[in-house]
């Protein structure tokens, strides 16, 4: 066993209640999708409007909320897509305060992401022995926190973590987090028509930025940057809530275009 999970053993193993792992998926990967901005979260989580945004906050597997609300829905999708790597034990929900549209917000929101994901990560290795691997799914401004992440993730090479960020809004304050050492891959989704994506203001507080978020990274940074369309044609942002339970296959899709890309930008056409 590493000695760095040794030491997460140590830091973390006695001071949080055990999550269950439960079945291993066969490649040992885990999934976490991290939800985008809810203006009125505490507002919606009480109307009928509640199956179809709401998690507990914090980390959660999707499986324990009812049937028909959409993050339950999402898992059973992936799963239902690919078996192998998904399945209702190793699918989590992070929950945020979303409502709070600010870095400040999102960074912290990223440091209990990354408290609450070792102790899944020490947990899994205590049950199976296998470190496993994290596929890290961040929607709108949840992308965000997923970069967030690195200002609190310490190099772990034995932690293979694998990020995709769908319609993220790209800003100043946090865009340079593509190049950190802690993810092994990134991949940012995103489509032209996708006007929410950038009406984010980000240049009323840091004059040097511009006043609109952005769409994409660098050219060369190191992601692939991916435009996607829906049967040939630009989706907006809300409808990527209608993709996420294919998530699998956008992936297959993705992957099958980009090739051995470590960067770059592409074009897929997903067909639904």
Not at 78 to 100: I, L, P, R, T
Not at 193 to 206: E, L, T
Not at 227 to 253: S, T
Request: charged share 20%; glycine share 6%; hydrophobic share 35%.
């Amino acid at each position: 066993m590493n000695k760095k999970i040794w030491m997460m053993l140590l830091l973390v193993g006695y001071e949080l209640p055990l999550i269950s792992v439960g079945q291993p998926t066969e490649d040992h990967s885990i999934t976490i999708f991290v939800h985008g901005t809810y203006l009125m979260r505490k507002l919606f989580q009480y109307s009928h409007y509640r199956p179809l945004m709401y998690c507990p906050q914090g980390l959660s597997l999707a499986k324990d909320l009812p049937d028909y609300y959409h993050f339950n829905k999402m898992a059973k999708g992936c799963m239902h897509c690919d078996c192998k790597s998904y399945n209702m034990d190793q699918f989590y929900v992070f929950g945020w305060k979303s409502e709070h549209v600010n870095d400040y917000t999102r960074n912290n929101s990223a440091r209990d992401l990354v408290d609450q994901l070792y102790k899944v990560v020490t947990d899994y290795y205590t049950e199976h022995q296998v470190i496993p691997k994290v596929r890290l799914l961040g929607y709108s401004h949840g992308g965000n926190v997923v970069l967030n992440m690195a200002n609190h993730l310490p190099y772990y090479p034995d932690i293979e973590m694998e990020v995709w960020l769908f319609g993220t809004p790209v800003q100043q304050v946090n865009h340079n987090q593509v190049y950190t050492h802690c993810f092994k891959k990134i991949y940012s989704v995103y489509s032209k028509k996708d006007w929410i994506q950038v009406v984010d203001p980000q240049g009323i507080k840091n004059k040097n930025a511009n006043f609109w978020s952005g769409r994409t990274f660098e050219e060369n940074a190191p992601c692939i940057q991916v435009e996607i369309l829906v049967n040939g044609k630009g989706i907006a942002h809300d409808y990527y809530n209608q993709l996420f339970q294919l998530f699998p296959k956008i992936k297959q899709a993705v992957d099958s275009q980009a090739g051995d890309m470590e960067n770059g930008m592409i074009t897929v056409d997903f067909k639904k």
